[in-house]
């Protein structure tokens, strides 16, 4: 969650708000099973084909903050790893009093997070919207484009060329069509995305209408359980 500008000091936490759509929709949210590594702080991130209220394909992704330490959350081991100008904005308190939740979110930002790692997309007519493989290759390229930029040597700015075209995309031809995934407490049959050096993507077709996908970064692969359950949509942490 990015906040710019000056916000007063009971300006709205923007998660209930957000909180609050993904209960009004008509369909189940999928995210990692609870586990001490993860923190599920209703980071949630929404997209909708068509508007809110005439949506013909919804897609709801969850952030976590991840603990590398889960039994001492003091432990540095938990910190990101972040650049100078970043820690120095975090450690310099602004002239002017901010909300507590913004306050709270600042203070994440110094621990690392597992960005959109889960995503439920719900379609309408799922004969006219992108197969199983086609979402979890775009749930892929999207990770490494916003979290693996420097890695990857993408410059700053738009994507220069068509969709598909860059040379470190993920393809079609990298999904393994023949993968398991635990959903509910039941194996299910899933495809994954096995061959990039940066992230670990999985995902299964649970309805029709309703595909999941998953995209972890490899180096935290250690510290995860892979698997998913129906998310329980309760309020925000710490709100009223």
Not at 64 to 80: E, G, M, Q, V
Not at 177 to 187: I, N, Y
């Amino acid at each position: 969650m990015w906040i710019s500008g000056v916000l007063p000091p009971d300006a709205p936490d923007p998660r209930i708000e957000r909180a609050e759509m993904v209960r009004a929709l008509p369909f189940a949210i999928y995210g990692l099973v609870s586990q001490p590594s993860l923190e599920d702080l209703d980071s949630i991130g929404l997209a909708f084909v068509g508007g809110f209220e005439r949506s013909t394909q919804t897609a709801v992704s969850v952030t976590y903050t991840l603990w590398r330490n889960p039994d001492d959350h003091d432990d540095p081991a938990n910190l990101a790893e972040l650049d100078e100008i970043t820690r120095e904005s975090l450690d310099r308190d602004p002239p002017w009093p901010r909300p507590r939740w913004l306050i709270e979110q600042a203070e994440l930002m110094r621990y690392p997070m597992l960005w959109e790692a889960v995503r439920t997309t719900w379609t309408a007519d799922a004969q006219e919207y992108q197969s199983l493989p086609n979402q979890l290759v775009q749930h892929v390229n999207y990770i490494l484009m916003n979290r693996f930029r420097a890695e990857l040597g993408i410059p700053d700015g738009p994507p220069s060329g068509p969709p598909g075209d860059e040379p470190w995309h993920t393809r079609l031809s990298a999904v393994n069509p023949r993968a398991r995934l635990e959903v509910d407490g039941h194996q299910v049959d899933a495809v994954e995305i096995d061959t990039d050096p940066f992230v670990y993507g999985i995902g299964a077709q649970l309805s029709p209408e309703i595909v999941v996908t998953v995209v972890i970064p490899r180096a935290d692969l250690p510290l995860i359980r892979l698997a998913l359950a129906t998310r329980e949509q309760g309020g925000i942490a710490g709100s009223a």
